[in-house]
């Protein structure tokens, strides 16, 4: 039969993929001893991502997406014949951060969960962990801020980006939406999908818990409860998803940085993120004179906000996005002159603009 035919050649062709896979893993072992002879890092995040562009850019039958999916999973494997990576994230186990951490470091990694922001960037500076994934920013409800005062406070740099598409949905087990008498979740998730809970679930309260996971928890302890999480969660937990992309926003995007003792080297589509402090933070057009330093070197600010500085009452840390890396002329001529106008300067890392 031809089904039977072609069957056969599916066979034939997995059989030579396992054998040069396992060709491919000879390789990598022998990598890593050259690496551990020149006394360099194991895991190379820039190495990893030009070879998925390079292999994504082919023309083929194969999707492009599942390209990227599939040797994402391979090389994460190939890293664990080198040396186990272990990845610090904010949990527990189902969260976006640990979606987002799976997405980027595949299922081969190790990965350690963290309550709290500071725990994640904890876990890196005790070197507990190579890398740390954080949420930063989200489109529709703006700028993790915990994550923020973590960078500032501490002494690790943004390694690289990601942008995780965040389709939230609601998990319950309660038979009609008309019986939901609370709905629980992390604020930010409850924050994304406000307009549409005012809309179908007006009259139930919305009880804030630090985590989509243990708001599945608290769902599945509540007879009259539900949860606002992602798919991952209600995989986990078997709590049934009665609701999809419930966000109001259809496009609901988070950035995630990863977070090391290092930065990333130049790639030629970099982001380079500073914070500052400013000499004479009220003075008339102090943030102005700063700003007009960078556009006199000619480097490009993509996004500005501030933080309070936790030194005195209304004194703030000013962070900003520039184009471009850190080893660039431009930018590090305006880090000179910056430094004589404000109190401090702090790179904060260079690294691949996600794409």
């Given at each position: 039969m031809i089904l039977d035919d072609l069957r056969k050649q599916i066979d034939e062709i997995d059989d030579r993929v396992l054998d040069l896979l396992d060709q491919r893993a000879r390789v990598v072992i022998d990598i890593a001893r050259a690496k551990q002879g020149a006394n360099l890092p194991t895991h190379d995040p820039e190495r990893e991502r030009q070879v998925l562009d390079r292999l994504a850019s082919r023309d083929g039958q194969f999707p492009k997406e599942a390209i990227r999916s599939v040797y994402r999973e391979i090389m994460s494997a190939s890293l664990a014949l080198e040396e186990p990576i272990k990845i610090a994230y904010l949990g527990p186990e189902g969260t976006f951060s640990h979606a987002a951490a799976r997405a980027l470091f595949g299922l081969s990694a190790r990965y350690c969960e963290a309550t709290t922001f500071e725990g994640v960037f904890d876990a890196v500076s005790r070197r507990e962990a190579q890398h740390g994934v954080v949420p930063v920013e989200n489109s529709t409800e703006g700028s993790s801020n915990m994550a923020l005062d973590a960078l500032i406070d501490g002494d690790l740099l943004i390694r690289g980006e990601f942008e995780l598409d965040v389709s939230l949905c609601l998990l319950t087990r309660v038979p009609s939406l008309a019986s939901i008498e609370r709905v629980y979740s992390h604020p930010n998730p409850l924050g994304q999908c406000r307009v549409w809970l005012a809309k179908n679930l007006g009259a139930a309260q919305l009880v804030q818990v630090p985590s989509t996971i243990l708001a599945v928890r608290e769902a599945l302890g509540d007879s009259h409860g539900a949860a606002v999480a992602g798919r991952l969660a209600s995989d986990l937990y078997g709590l049934p998803i009665v609701r999809e992309r419930i966000q109001d926003r259809v496009e609901?995007?988070?950035?995630?940085?990863?977070?090391?003792?290092?930065?990333?080297?130049?790639?030629?589509?970099?982001?380079?993120?500073?914070?500052?402090?400013?000499?004479?933070?009220?003075?008339?057009?102090?943030l102005m004179r700063a700003l007009a330093i960078l556009d006199a070197e000619g480097v490009n600010m993509s996004r500005i906000e501030s933080r309070p500085s936790r030194e005195k009452p209304w004194d703030y840390v000013f962070l900003v996005d520039l184009e471009g890396h850190r080893e660039d002329q431009s930018i590090q001529r305006a880090f000179t002159r910056l430094r004589e106008h404000c109190t401090f300067v702090r790179n904060l890392g260079s690294y691949a603009r996600a794409r």
């Open positions: 609901n995007v988070t950035r995630f940085v990863i977070v090391s003792h290092e930065d990333a080297p130049r790639t030629g589509r970099d982001k380079t993120t500073i914070a500052f402090g400013l000499t004479d933070g009220h003075g008339r057009g102090a």
